[in-house]
């Protein structure tokens, strides 16, 4: 008889996705794919660009009182847009 060493699907392709140095861009873009899910609809309507550097989720608000409250709640935010992609990903928000 042989003896096969089964793996799992989702463990083969992680593996895959980062052997070929993939898997943090696809993560990043996975959390930033997040950002209109995770938020309410006021956010998202004032959001700009959004982009992902050094850990650091970075994203263009155009109200500038709708930034002030955020920044008081991006601890939450970092969390949130974490759990939502499963990995952690980013460890701080920036707004501008």
């Known amino acids: 008889m042989f003896k096969r060493d089964?793996?799992?699907?989702?463990?083969?392709l992680s593996q895959y996705l980062r052997t070929m140095g993939l898997e943090?861009?696809?993560l990043k873009r996975?959390?930033?794919?997040a950002w209109p899910e995770v938020m309410d609809?006021?956010?998202?309507?004032?959001?700009g660009r959004i982009f992902v550097?050094?850990?650091t989720l970075n994203v263009e608000i155009n109200n500038s009182a709708l930034?002030?409250?955020?920044?008081?709640?991006?601890?939450?935010?970092v969390e949130r847009?974490?759990?939502y992609v499963g990995?952690?990903?980013v460890v701080d928000v920036m707004f501008f």
Do not use: C, G, H, W
Request: charged share 25%; glycine share 0%; aromatic share 2%.
């Open 24 to 26: 943090t861009p696809l």
């Open 30 to 33: 996975r959390l930033i794919s």
């Open 67 to 77: 930034r002030a409250e955020l920044l008081m709640r991006r601890n939450d935010i």
């Open 6 to 12: 089964v793996k799992q699907f989702d463990n083969l």
């Open 87 to 89: 990995v952690r990903v």
């Open 81 to 83: 847009l974490n759990n």
């Open 53 to 55: 550097s050094n850990q």
């Open 41 to 47: 609809d006021v956010v998202v309507k004032n959001t």
